[in-house]
């Protein structure tokens, strides 16, 4: 009896409990509230609009984990898209060179946020606010109304089915895990649990904390633009409002998945979680039939209280 109290409360303090406890709710629900939620259709459905949310909230977790946050993600994400949609034509030049040049713009300012952040000592929210401020009004510069030019085979690459059957999403994640996996595997993805978990201890080790931070938010730059690509894929237009939601998703869905915000501590497959449970909560509130206008406030109190759920094993931690 006693090794098997022993073996639960291991089992509740595993970073990835929380998410996959909250992920399987949510995951019931759906499917109590919709029939045909195991469709393929269906399936297809969920996984064309939730591949940009996990990739986004992996950029955010990864800056989480290694001490900071990110508060220009949404912004980011909209310059991305604008810039896309100005830059790409329909010649396979423009195409590499919109694609090459939108990445390379995408690391600089993550290199802005990490230097903002770990050389000139600003508090990471201060920081990237303020560079998100910036990046409204670079993106207005570049479309100010929405629209611009999408090529054709973006939208149709993004919803496209290999055999008719496994979508290009699936592939998008697993390319995007694999990633991750490889640099969660070398000295620096072991950097960012230990800079975020304690930065002194991790300096008089040996480790250059600041060189650490700048690779953490460069490193969640290229999710960033990845994901940015595939919400072009999703709208076929760009619109200098479309990031805005995602700042604050990540960041709940990334503390949702296990992800502590103090830094140091979760697993970037929670903040992947997290970022399906977030989806899950709109398909929720669509089927419930909640009237529009009470939307926004039933969506606020459900995060807030998965985030609660989601917080217990690691109030139980500082317990023990």
Not at 123 to 148: C, E, H, K, N, R
Not at 224 to 238: E, K, M, P, S
């Amino acid at each position: 009896m006693t090794a098997n109290k022993i073996s639960f409360a291991k089992i509740t303090r595993h970073p990835l409990f929380a998410g996959f406890t909250v992920f399987s709710v949510v995951l019931i629900i759906n499917a109590i509230l919709d029939p045909r939620f195991f469709a393929a259709h269906t399936i297809y459905g969920n996984l064309w609009v939730v591949t940009p949310i996990i990739i986004a909230t992996m950029a955010q977790g990864i800056v989480i984990l290694s001490g900071s946050i990110d508060l220009s993600i949404g912004a980011s994400i909209s310059l991305m898209n604008c810039l896309l949609a100005v830059l790409l034509k329909d010649s396979a030049g423009s195409v590499i060179g919109g694609l090459m040049l939108s990445l390379v713009i995408m690391l600089a300012i993550s290199c802005l946020n990490g230097v903002l952040v770990a050389y000139f000592r600003l508090p990471s929210m201060v920081a990237t606010f303020a560079v998100s401020t910036m990046l409204s009004g670079i993106t207005l510069l570049v479309l100010s109304t929405p629209g611009g030019y999408i090529p054709g085979w973006l939208p149709f690459g993004y919803s496209i089915r290999f055999f008719g059957l496994v979508p290009i999403t699936v592939f998008i994640l697993l390319l995007v895990g694999l990633i991750w996996y490889s640099i969660s595997r070398t000295k620096l993805g072991r950097y960012f649990y230990a800079v975020g978990g304690n930065e002194a201890a991790a300096a008089s080790s040996g480790i250059n904390a600041k060189r650490t931070k700048v690779y953490a938010f460069m490193c969640s730059g290229f999710f960033i633009w990845l994901a940015a690509v595939c919400v072009t894929g999703q709208t076929g237009a760009g619109d200098f409002r479309l990031g805005a939601p995602y700042t604050l998703t990540t960041i709940a869905a990334a503390i949702m998945g296990g992800v502590a915000l103090s830094g140091g501590k979760g697993k970037i497959l929670g903040a992947a979680l997290g970022g399906c449970v977030m989806i899950f909560i709109t398909n929720i509130i669509y089927w419930a039939r909640i009237p529009s206008f009470y939307q926004d406030m039933i969506r606020g109190l459900i995060v807030i209280i998965v985030l609660c759920i989601a917080a217990i094993p690691q109030m139980k931690s500082r317990t023990v």
